[in-house]
């Protein structure tokens, strides 16, 4: 029963996978005026079950992207960080004064618990992304491109070197990763808690 909801899980999100952009929109969904954008790929076009985007603001959609490709981001941390970590390979050294060593600290959820991350090193990891999230992670210049573009004028990875076929083209394989990412995560994030074995991972 724990692996026919893994998979359940797994399958309602397939569509994440899908790296190459499509303009078609699905004929069963209703017309959108966000039919065309980028992220709208193929089963399922561009799906908004909720709504979220009724209407057609613009403002709101561009603010809905930016979002899931910060939650997309994070999430490819994640996924690598708990792929790594379970394959047992950690930072060297000590994590504190007291001794605590990376590699001593558990997995998962238990890496919150008593015995894991010292409690100043989780309120440092909570302040450090804080300030990530408010004062460097963000278009402060405002010359981004669109929702997400933190080059800021000095990072550029020879961004300015793509034709405009592969800025969309690596644009859509990094909402996809993320999207996969997302749902990765909460695969693992179920799984510990179920105690069943994941291929690649193992038993959680």
Not at 45 to 58: I, K, R, S, T, Y
Not at 107 to 136: D, H, M, R, Y
Not at 182 to 195: F, K, N, R, T
């Amino acid at each position: 029963m724990k692996i026919i909801f893994l998979f359940a899980l797994l399958a309602s999100s397939v569509a994440a996978f899908s790296v190459q952009p499509s303009k078609t929109a699905s004929t069963a969904l209703k017309s959108s005026a966000f039919d065309d954008e980028l992220g709208a790929q193929a089963p399922l076009g561009f799906w908004d079950p909720l709504n979220f985007c009724e209407g057609g603001d613009p403002e709101k959609f561009e603010r809905y992207r930016y979002v899931e490709l910060k939650h997309g981001r994070v999430a490819m941390l994640a996924f690598l960080g708990e792929v790594v970590t379970r394959a047992g390979i950690h930072l060297p050294g000590v994590i504190d004064k007291s001794g605590t060593t990376f590699d001593s600290i558990p997995n998962g959820w238990e890496a919150l618990s008593a015995g894991g991350v010292p409690k100043l090193g989780t309120i440092q990891l909570f302040v450090f992304v804080g300030i990530l999230e408010t004062v460097i992670m963000m278009d402060r210049t405002g010359e981004g491109e669109f929702p997400g573009d933190f080059r800021n004028g000095s990072l550029d990875y020879g961004w300015d070197t793509f034709d405009e076929t592969e800025k969309l083209s690596k644009r859509s394989i990094e909402i996809s990763n993320g999207r996969a990412a997302m749902i990765g995560s909460l695969i693992i994030l179920v799984a510990e808690q179920l105690h069943v074995s994941l291929p690649i991972i193992g038993q959680m």
